[in-house]
């Protein structure tokens, strides 16, 4: 959180692109964890963000729309009876490889800032600038989590199954 707003939110790389990282705490939670816990998390993260920023709730709203969505994304990309007992994080190894982890990651945080800029202008008004607005830094905040997961390598917590 800190690392989000006294770095990433001081780096301009252009008026459009604002890379957000502060949410990969949602993204990394175990795939079956309670989902009013993870309501309640995001709700929490969000309201952090906004005490920081002095806003009137974005991204509290746009971490519960994240929290909302990650389910729904998780059971379509993973078949439920891989999930009931799976303590795992999402990752590049619990996925399958790169391309599902990103897709995973990229469709969340598109989903994360399309609301948020949507939020804060209040309306699509000029449809090109809120379009190049958020797939910039979607595209952006992807490729710093493709760094951050190269250099931090998070080790997975492997539970065995009791038959």
């Given amino acids: 959180m800190l690392f989000q707003v006294y770095v990433l939110d ?10 957000y ?6 993204l990394w939670l175990p ?3 309670n989902r009013v816990l993870l309501m309640i998390l995001a709700l929490v993260l969000g ?5 920081f920023r002095h806003n009137p709730g974005f991204h509290t709203a746009a971490c519960v729309l994240l929290a909302y969505v990650r389910p729904f994304l998780i059971n379509l990309m993973i078949p439920q009876q891989e999930l009931e007992n799976n303590q795992e994080e999402p990752s590049a190894q619990t996925m399958g490889g790169w391309l599902p982890y990103l897709f995973y990651a990229g469709i969340l945080m598109l989903f994360h800032n399309a609301w948020l ?13 809120f379009f190049q607005k958020t797939i910039g830094s979607t595209v952006i905040s992807l ?4 760094v951050i ?13 009791s038959f």
Wanted: charge should be positive; charged fraction near 15%; avoid cysteine.
């Fill in 47 to 51: 309201f952090t963000l906004d005490s």
């Fill in 149 to 161: 997961e190269l250099i931090f390598s998070r080790k997975q917590k492997y539970r065995a199954q």
């Fill in 31 to 33: 795939f079956n964890i």
């Fill in 21 to 26: 990282i502060y949410f990969l705490f949602l």
């Fill in 117 to 129: 800029f949507f939020l804060e202008a209040w309306q699509f008004g000029d449809a090109w600038y």
């Fill in 10 to 19: 001081t780096i301009r790389l252009h008026q459009m692109i604002t890379p």
């Fill in 143 to 146: 490729l710093l989590l493709l």
